[in-house]
């Protein structure tokens, strides 16, 4: 069936690198994506997002990267801070009846080391 | 400017009890998610509700879980005759509109069965 899934589950990088992570998508279908962020005992945060008319939106030390011609997201986070140590997930929405049931991946834990 | 509200945070239920969580949306939100989170898994997607009308459960089980959504007060997501494989995160989340795709998620609460 459709899905969502990650290409790596854990990233450890240094203070100051920055960090790529990888999510490829299944369903061709799918007209919206978005990055959100996890931490520790807490519910996920939006990051960004981008459409599928879009191959790259920036925002704030953040890039997402789309190429649907092999259905492959990215996020790149520049400068990675101990702050953003976190799970990365990303989701597609595919819009049905004019609303939208997000389908999320597993995730991805970032662990940035000082 | 409250965000989604969520409670309790932590719930432990014996098994065959019921379990009742509750979701507040932020302000101006009248589109309510539900979603269930095992330990290191992403979100599974439950049902979708409007005030008083539920839209999408696709994701909810058949038995024992229900959910609404009233004119007045929070969102309710009630577990009935809870086993242990319903020991899980469940995260509610809130739009504005139906056609936003971006959801705004709560804290989240954390239901062991013992």
């Known amino acids: 069936g459709e899905s969502v899934g990650l290409h790596l589950p854990t990233l450890s990088v240094q203070e100051g690198d920055n960090s790529i992570i990888n999510c490829a998508y299944s369903n061709s279908a799918s007209d919206y994506f978005i990055w959100y962020k996890q931490e520790s005992g807490k519910g996920p945060q939006f990051i960004i997002d981008?459409?599928?008319?879009?191959d790259k939106r920036q925002g704030q030390r953040v890039t997402v990267l789309l190429n649907k011609t092999v259905k492959h997201l990215s996020l790149q986070i520049a400068a990675t801070q101990p702050g953003d140590s976190a799970v990365y997930f990303c989701a597609e929405n595919t819009s049905s009846g004019g609303s939208y049931i997000p389908t999320f991946g597993r995730g991805t834990s970032l662990i940035v080391h000082p | 400017n409250a965000g989604v509200m969520q409670n309790p945070r932590h719930l432990v239920r014996r098994r065959g009890q019921e379990a009742r969580l509750r979701c507040s949306p932020m302000?101006?939100?009248?589109?309510v998610y539900w979603y269930r989170q095992l330990p290191e898994e992403g979100l599974k997607f439950m049902v979708y509700l409007q005030k008083e009308n539920i839209i999408d459960e696709s994701g909810m089980p058949k038995e024992r879980f229900s959910a609404e959504f009233p004119k007045e007060g929070p969102s309710i997501l009630r577990i009935q005759q809870v086993v242990r494989g319903d020991s899980a995160a469940y995260f509610c989340?809130?739009?504005?509109?139906?056609?936003?795709?971006?959801?705004?998620f709560g804290p989240g609460t954390r239901l062991t069965v013992t």
């Open positions: 989340a809130s739009s504005p509109t139906q056609t936003a795709p971006e959801q705004y």
């Open positions: 302000k101006g939100h009248s589109h």
């Open positions: 981008i459409r599928s008319n879009m």
